[in-house]
């Protein structure tokens, strides 16, 4: 699939009414020369995905930062922003967008683009006046959906030159997808082979970091207890179904079978390693997949967590497949030997399918 180019125009036209624009807070400087700036905007492909592709490449809104850059006293000013997609969402899936419009002064120039925000800090209250108070700016998972992921990128110092310009920034994802591709029953005792004795039930994320600041300088370790989500324990409700937790339809898988419905998750980057403690602490994220035995008198329930070693990074995907060979953990946090469960964890880049890492 090609890159989506999406065509910001910036000089001195008419506003469309969905456009916002903000000011620089120092004003124009006088007499400055002005540039009309057209950004190509780079989106990420989506060769690995669980959901559809229009899901994976949705533009929801956008805004644009054009900051002043080079080692003058203005440097990291806000010259001028704009955004669109906040009093009405936009809907766009493929092609591309040319509804911003806005002038620039000459100079070097820092470009940001963010993708899919929960807030227009273009303007007003929410409004950014410096580099700085930018990339310290924060996104909540929880305002996030599976067709609303949140993407930035930035072009970095260009100079830019009186008449017409164009500059491309390429916007990443800033979160890490987690993925069950399947589930294979292969019990090795006999009396797990039976017929209608084995039932995957429910499938999600624990330990979840739930915020992350658009420069990525804050990792989860730093997060405090309640920018986490589903601390230990299963949360249905906190985000849009899907994010974190997936209902599962109860399905008996039969001895030498496979459960090959992919279960889809995101969370932000996590840095943390692995903890069996009794109360919460920052500790890596887990993928969880509850199932049930039917012991010849009533279904008992299992769990089979999978943390996900050495750290969840933006824009990569984390493919799960599960082989189980005995009942699991009584506990969703505590691990099960590599004798109940084979679980091989294949790193990609979600853009490619290049395996990013040897499996873990």
């Given at each position: 699939?090609?890159?989506?180019?999406?065509?910001?125009?910036f000089?001195?036209?008419?506003?469309?009414?969905?456009?916002?624009?903000?000011?620089?807070?120092?004003?124009?400087?006088t007499?400055?020369?002005s540039?009309?700036l057209h950004?190509?905007?780079?989106?990420?492909?989506t060769?690995?995905?669980?959901?559809?592709?229009?899901?994976?490449?949705?533009?929801?809104?956008?805004?644009?930062?054009?900051?002043?850059?080079?080692?003058?006293?203005?440097?990291?000013?806000l010259e001028?922003?704009?955004?669109?997609?906040?009093?009405t969402?936009?809907?766009?899936?493929?092609?591309?967008y040319?509804?911003?419009?806005?002038?620039?002064?000459?100079?070097?120039?820092?470009?940001?683009?963010?993708?899919?925000?929960?807030q227009?800090?273009?303007?007003?209250?929410?409004?950014?006046a410096?580099?700085?108070?930018?990339?310290?700016?924060?996104?909540?998972?929880?305002?996030?959906?599976?067709?609303?992921?949140?993407?930035?990128?930035?072009?970095?110092?260009?100079?830019?030159?009186?008449?017409?310009?164009?500059?491309?920034?390429?916007?990443?994802?800033?979160?890490?997808?987690?993925i069950?591709?399947?589930?294979?029953?292969?019990?090795?005792?006999?009396a797990?082979?039976?017929?209608?004795?084995?039932?995957?039930?429910?499938c999600?994320?624990?330990?979840?970091?739930?915020?992350?600041?658009?420069?990525?300088t804050?990792p989860?370790?730093?997060?405090?207890?309640?920018?986490?989500?589903?601390?230990?324990?299963?949360?249905?409700?906190?985000?849009?179904?899907?994010?974190?937790?997936?209902?599962?339809t109860?399905?008996?898988?039969?001895?030498?079978?496979?459960?090959?419905t992919?279960?889809s998750?995101?969370?932000?980057?996590?840095d943390?390693?692995?903890?069996?403690?009794?109360?919460?602490?920052?500790?890596?994220?887990?993928?969880?997949?509850?199932?049930?035995?039917?012991?010849?008198?009533?279904?008992?329930?299992?769990?089979?967590?999978v943390?996900?070693?050495g750290?969840l990074?933006?824009n990569?995907q984390?493919r799960?497949?599960?082989?189980?060979?005995?009942?699991?953990?009584?506990?969703?946090?505590t691990?099960?030997?590599?004798?109940?469960?084979?679980?091989?964890?294949?790193v990609?880049?979600?853009?490619?399918?290049?395996p990013?890492?040897?499996?873990?």
């Amino acid at each position: 699939m090609k890159n989506l180019l999406l065509f910001l125009s910036f000089s001195v036209a008419l506003l469309p009414a969905c456009t916002k624009h903000a000011e620089p807070p120092f004003g124009e400087d006088t007499g400055a020369k002005s540039v009309e700036l057209h950004v190509n905007l780079g989106m990420p492909q989506t060769k690995v995905s669980a959901q559809s592709e229009t899901h994976e490449k949705m533009i929801r809104n956008v805004q644009i930062f054009v900051f002043r850059a080079g080692n003058g006293p203005d440097a990291g000013n806000l010259e001028i922003a704009a955004s669109a997609g906040f009093d009405t969402e936009l809907d766009l899936a493929t092609g591309s967008y040319d509804g911003i419009t806005l002038r620039s002064s000459t100079g070097e120039r820092e470009i940001w683009a963010v993708v899919n925000d929960s807030q227009d800090r273009t303007s007003g209250a929410d409004a950014v006046a410096t580099l700085g108070d930018f990339l310290a700016q924060t996104h909540d998972l929880r305002d996030s959906r599976q067709d609303k992921l949140l993407m930035t990128g930035t072009s970095g110092t260009v100079v830019l030159h009186e008449g017409r310009e164009e500059v491309q920034v390429d916007v990443r994802r800033m979160a890490a997808s987690v993925i069950l591709e399947s589930v294979t029953h292969d019990f090795s005792s006999p009396a797990y082979r039976k017929a209608g004795v084995f039932r995957v039930e429910d499938c999600y994320l624990l330990n979840v970091p739930g915020r992350v600041n658009f420069g990525q300088t804050y990792p989860a370790s730093a997060l405090p207890e309640e920018a986490w989500y589903a601390r230990m324990s299963k949360e249905t409700s906190l985000c849009e179904p899907g994010l974190i937790h997936d209902a599962v339809t109860p399905r008996t898988v039969e001895y030498g079978e496979s459960d090959t419905t992919p279960h889809s998750f995101y969370a932000y980057p996590n840095d943390c390693e692995f903890s069996e403690d009794a109360s919460w602490c920052a500790r890596s994220t887990l993928l969880v997949l509850e199932a049930s035995i039917f012991n010849g008198t009533e279904w008992l329930k299992f769990y089979y967590p999978v943390a996900i070693t050495g750290g969840l990074q933006a824009n990569k995907q984390y493919r799960v497949n599960l082989t189980i060979h005995r009942p699991g953990s009584l506990d969703p946090n505590t691990p099960v030997r590599f004798s109940d469960v084979t679980a091989l964890v294949r790193v990609l880049d979600w853009e490619n399918g290049d395996p990013y890492s040897p499996e873990i």
